[in-house]
C-alpha cells in the first residue's frame, strides 16, 4: 500500500519534473505487484527464497520490457519461465506471474529504466519479509520424484503455452484471456488430487473475490480509496493463508484487480471476465493432470 500512495502523493505534487503526469502512479503500481509477489506464501529459508525471488521479479521486469513489442516472444517467455519453477520449487510460479502481469499492467521501464520499480518493490518486499520473519506457505514443502516433477513440468508448458498462444493470438487483453494462464499457474499440481483441492479452493474463493472487487469498481474509487483496499485485501490474504488456502483465493483477486486499476483504469466487467477465465484454466489444469501423463501417487 505505501508504494501505491507514494506514487499518487508524487503525481498529485510534481509538477514540471515529469511526475505528475501519472509516472509516480506507474511507478507505485509496479513496485507494488513486485512486493506482492516477493510476499506470496512459500516454506522455504527467507533469505534464500527473496534472494531468488528478488532476481526473478527483476528480470520479469527487463524481460517485459524487451518483449513489449512481441507477443510471441513474451508467451515463450512465461511458458519457459513456468517450466523452470515446476522443476525448482523455490522459483514456483514467480517468475511466470511476474513476467506476465508486468507486460499486462505496464510500469516495466515506466521511469525509463526497463526493471528499476521491479527491483524496488523487491526490496521492499524482501524488507518486509524478513521483519516478519516468515512466509507462511501451509508447511514444509515434500520433494517430489525425478519423474513426477519432470511429468508437471511438461503438463505445466504445454498447458500454459497453449494459453499463451491463445492470448498472444487475440492481443493481451481481448476479455481479459490472460488470467486463463494464471489460472492454470496457480492451479495445477502434480496430482489431479491436489489440483482438484486446489481448483475447487480457488473457483470459490475467486467467485466471492472478483464479485467484491466488480462492486468496489463499480463506485470508481479515488486513488487513496484503491490504495487503502489493496492494502487492506494484501493484509487479510497473508493473515489468513495459513488457515487455509480458500481465504487466499478471496482477497487476492480482490488486491490484483484494484491494482490494475491503479495504474488503468479498468470496468467493473474486468472482475466477471476473470471468473470465466478461472474456471476454463482451472478445468484445463484438472483435465491436464488426469489424462496428460497422470501421477496417481497420493498428495
Known amino acids: 500500500m505505501l508504494p501505491l500512495l507514494a506514487g499518487a502523493w508524487l503525481d498529485r505534487t510534481g509538477s514540471g519534473t515529469g511526475v505528475g503526469t501519472g509516472v509516480g502512479t506507474g511507478f507505485g503500481a509496479a513496485m507494488s505487484l513486485a512486493t506482492t509477489l516477493m510476499l506470496m506464501p512459500a516454506a522455504f529459508p527467507l533469505p534464500r527464497l527473496m534472494l531468488v525471488r528478488g ?20 508467451a515463450a517467455a512465461v511458458t519457459a519461465s513456468a517450466v523452470a519453477g515446476a522443476l525448482w520449487p523455490i522459483l514456483g510460479t514467480t517468475g511466470a506471474l511476474a513476467t506476465l502481469f508486468v507486460a499486462i499492467m505496464g510500469g516495466a521501464d515506466v521511469v525509463g529504466v526497463p526493471g528499476l520499480a521491479q527491483a524496488a518493490g523487491a526490496v521492499w518486499g524482501a524488507l518486509v519479509a524478513l521483519l516478519l520473519g516468515r ?16 511429468r508437471h513440468a511438461a503438463r505445466l508448458g504445454v498447458l ?13 487483453r481481448v476479455a481479459e484471456g490472460h488470467w486463463l494462464v494464471t489460472s492454470v499457474l496457480n492451479t495445477m499440481r502434480p496430482t489431479p488430487e491436489a489440483t482438484g483441492t486446489r481448483y475447487a479452493k480457488r473457483m470459490l474463493g475467486s467467485l466471492a473475490g472478483s464479485a467484491l472487487a466488480a462492486l468496489i469498481l463499480v463506485g470508481h474509487p479515488s486513488t487513496l480509496v484503491t490504495a487503502l483496499c489493496v492494502g487492506a485485501a494484501g493484509a487479510l490474504a497473508h493473515a489468513y493463508r495459513a488457515a487455509n488456502y480458500a481465504y487466499w483465493a478471496i ?8 491494482l490494475s486499476d491503479f495504474s488503468r483504469p479498468e470496468p467493473w466487467t474486468a472482475s466477471l471476465a476473470r471468473m470465466a477465465m478461472n474456471l476454463l484454466g482451472g478445468l484445463a489444469a484438472l483435465m491436464a ?11
Open 251 to 258: 482477497w487476492m483477486p480482490v488486491m490484483l484487480l484494484l
Open 135 to 150: 512466509l507462511s506457505g501451509g508447511g514444509s514443502p515434500r520433494p517430489e520424484p525425478g519423474g513426477s516433477r519432470l
Open 289 to 299: 493432470t488426469r489424462w496428460l501423463w497422470p501421477d496417481r501417487r497420493d498428495e
Open 55 to 74: 532476481v526473478a521479479v527483476t528480470a520479469a521486469g527487463v524481460c517485459a520490457w524487451l518483449t513489449g513489442a512481441h507477443p510471441w516472444l513474451l
Open 160 to 172: 500454459v503455452g497453449a494459453a499463451m498462444t491463445l492470448v498472444a493470438s487475440l492481443g493481451l
